[in-house]
């Protein structure tokens, strides 16, 4: 896991940790806060699997550009070959 990486998890770590306290000390009755809990975790999963998806797409594509970038550099690298033969 990449630094940026453990680093964006923290930081969605202790946002979620800091709602769930703001949310436990607040003054309402425990059965709205329980369901406000279950509503803003449900949209917190929502986020976090959007979040996700878009970066796998988001690998996928980087790893299209590098195959592309790749045939690309051996077609050349081919050619100069080629071209000393």
């Not at 000390?25 to 806060?33: D, H, L, N, Q, R």
């Not at 699997?49 to 550009?65: I, S």
């Amino acid at each position: 896991m990449t630094n940026s990486a453990k680093i964006t998890l923290g930081i969605l770590g202790a946002a979620a940790a800091g709602i769930v306290i703001g949310m436990l000390i607040a003054p309402e009755k425990g059965t709205e806060m329980r369901k406000r809990i279950k509503r803003t975790a449900g949209e917190w999963a929502d986020n976090l699997t959007h979040l996700f998806q878009d970066g796998k797409e988001e690998v996928e594509h980087l790893k299209d550009k590098a195959r592309q970038a790749k045939s690309t550099a051996e077609e050349k690298a081919n050619k100069i070959k080629e071209s000393f033969s």
